[in-house]
């Protein structure tokens, strides 16, 4: 069965320190992963997602995440963190099938300090 | 760009109180989710549906319903409210394996 760890459910970094965000999977099948960024009272909205094409992901806001295979890993980074970072981010793995269903981690709330 | 809407942001009912969620989408989707969010819980999956007229549980189905009359349009319904079901309520569609698309959520205190 599918399933999605996030490690540490808050992250606090310096305004322009590096983001890293963690995400381990594991997944009978081979994954499609994807973060989400979800602001205060907002709806998720995908920042980036890896379908088995190239294994370093580049996503909007500046975020990039890379696929490791041998470490069933899927670590979001930004080099900078800017003042608007500041959000919840959720790592998800898709079960496979056409329905589309997707296991989501706890999330990880990222505050970002001037 | 795909858009999912939902009725409201924030909705404030009475405890017995029967409550319609409603989430429309424009991107002609086949699959459509209602999900809850509450702190340290993460999303939790309480319906979705993969054709008109066709549904399945998630993980919390319990004390909930759906109705898919049109492919565009999937509502949730509290059949009767109660204070445990306060929390985000978030709707989204998607195509096949996809990445799926979010509304904006309703925030629903129960009373």
């Known amino acids: 069965a599918q399933s999605v760890t996030q490690l540490g459910s808050h992250v606090s970094v310096s305004e322009g320190a590096l983001v890293l965000l963690r995400c381990n999977y594991s997944?009978?099948?081979?994954?499609?992963l994807f973060w989400y960024v979800q602001y205060p009272n907002q709806g998720l909205q995908l920042l980036l997602k890896y379908t088995s094409a190239a294994t370093l992901v580049k996503g909007i806001n500046g975020f990039e995440a890379e696929f490791k295979k041998s470490e069933t890993s899927f670590h979001l980074t930004k080099p900078s963190a800017h003042m608007s970072d500041a959000a919840e981010y959720f790592c998800?793995?898709?079960?496979?099938?056409?329905?589309?269903?997707?296991?989501f981690g706890k999330g990880t709330k990222l505050s970002v300090k001037p | 760009d795909v858009k999912v809407t939902q009725s409201s942001r924030y909705l404030v009912k009475r405890t017995g109180e029967k409550v319609f969620l409603e989430c429309v989408q424009d991107m002609d989707h086949e699959n459509m989710f209602w999900y809850r969010q509450d702190p340290g819980l993460g999303l939790r999956l309480i319906y979705f549906?993969?054709?008109?007229?066709?549904?399945e549980k998630g993980d919390i189905p319990e004390g909930y319903s759906v109705s898919r009359e049109k492919k565009e349009r999937f509502s949730l319904i509290l059949e009767s409210a109660s204070t445990n079901q306060t929390s985000m309520y978030l709707c989204a569609s998607s195509l096949m394996h996809n990445e799926q698309f979010f509304g904006p959520g309703t925030r629903l205190t129960v009373l």
């Open positions: 998800a793995v898709s079960v496979g099938g056409s329905q589309g269903n997707l296991i």
């Open positions: 997944s009978s099948v081979p994954p499609y």
């Open positions: 549906s993969y054709d008109v007229k066709m549904k």
